[in-house]
């Protein structure tokens, strides 16, 4: 099927199938969470705030009556909540590392990172590598890790990973964009060496109507200009479900095939950040490096 004809409607049947989705209580997780339980597949919404985490589940319900969906408590900012939340998972056919903050005044997390680096980087990661032998487990498997066009901007410094010499909210964006699209091309390759069956994909959304999305007394009309959430989700779910997907590739608006930028198809730099990583969260991938 063309790509420019996709749709949610053109989703397979996903009975028997379990995911993640992170952030899975607004923005483009809320739609990309209801279209996978939609067609059948378990689905744990992994969210921080158990208020917002609980109507989420109640809206998909209300809008799949009888779907499986449950509510998982996860904070990336938090190690230790990552490590709690994925000793819960038992099983896992699907992760959409979806979750994410941005343009926000310089924070850490609870364990000391630049906050956005540190949540749309960091706890993927390590979330990642956590329920990795979940996912090796089940044939077929798949990680969808939601970048975004602004990584061409991006820049990494491994020597002030902490923007301690100065702190700018979209470069900061910008670098932990580019550290999701290196991370999700890494991690395609180092499964295709270790010989697990897994697909690594990142998407780039396009510019949408998100909670981050503030823009003060001009928001009602910028928003109008913005794709919708549900319009948002659409390549996460094509690069999650469709069976003309192939590992390492980079889709955004309309489920159209993107060329990463150069510095992100650095595979010397996609190694270097993955060691670092693997160091900043003590998360091994072990499952990889054994194989």
Known sequence: ??????????????????????????????????????????????????????????????????????????DLADLGSVRRFAAGVSALDLLVNNAGIGLVPRRQTKDGFELQFGTNHLGHFALTGLLLPRLAASPGARVVTVSSDAHAAGRIDFDDLGLERGYGRMSAYARSKLANLLFALELQRRADRAGVDLKSTAVHPGTVATNFMRVGPLQPLVRLLLKSPATGAVPSLYAATSPDVRGGEYFGPGAKPMRPSATARSEELAARLWEVSAELTGVHFEHLASR
Do not use: C, F, Y
């Open 1 to 74: 099927m063309a790509m420019a004809t996709w749709t949610p409607s053109s989703m397979p049947d996903l009975t028997g199938k379990r995911a993640v989705v992170t952030g899975a209580n607004s923005g483009i997780g809320l739609p990309t969470a209801l279209e996978l339980a939609r067609h059948g597949a378990h689905v744990i919404v992994a969210a921080r705030n158990p208020g917002k985490g609980e109507e989420a589940v109640r809206q998909i319900l209300r809008e799949v009556p009888g779907a499986q969906v449950e509510l998982g408590m996860l």
